[in-house]
Nanobody, 116 residues
Framework: QVQLVESGGGLVQPGGSLRLSCVASGSIFRVYAMRWYRQAPGNQRELVAVIQSDGDTWYLDSVKDRFAISRDNAKNTVFLYMNVLKPEDTAVYYC??????????WGQGTQVTVSS
């Protein structure tokens, strides 16, 4: 069993920044690929960023050069640094990991609202 708990969302003006955090339970966090998804009202959930166990990363095209994903294995935490935020980044952001033999685990989500 893995539990994921996100934090760090909020209301920010366009051009602003936020840092999301996701703390995972479990002693083998370091072997998991970790993902951030988001879901805006009326839209499907979309993959935003991935960080592999070896540190390799992937980003959705629309967030490249603005968002950065990182991980601290000592603290079982993955971060999403979001800069130059735009209104279209408004969504609920979810932390995710997949464990072989167990399936997907999701956090409860954290709301990010970009508005003036």
């Amino acid at each position: 069993q893995v539990q994921l708990v996100e934090s760090g969302g909020g209301l920010v003006q366009p051009g602003g920044s936020l840092r999301l955090s996701c703390v995972a339970s479990g002693s083998i966090f370091r072997v998991y690929a970790m993902r951030w998804y988001r879901q805006a009202p009326g839209n499907q959930r979309e993959l935003v960023a991935v960080i592999q166990s070896d540190g390799d990363t992937w980003y959705l095209d629309s967030v490249k050069d603005r968002f950065a994903i990182s991980r601290d294995n000592a603290k079982n935490t993955v971060f999403l640094y979001m800069n130059v935020l735009k209104p279209e980044d408004t969504a609920v952001y979810y932390c995710n990991t997949y464990v072989a033999g167990e399936g997907d685990y999701w956090g409860q989500g954290t709301q990010v609202t970009v508005s003036s």
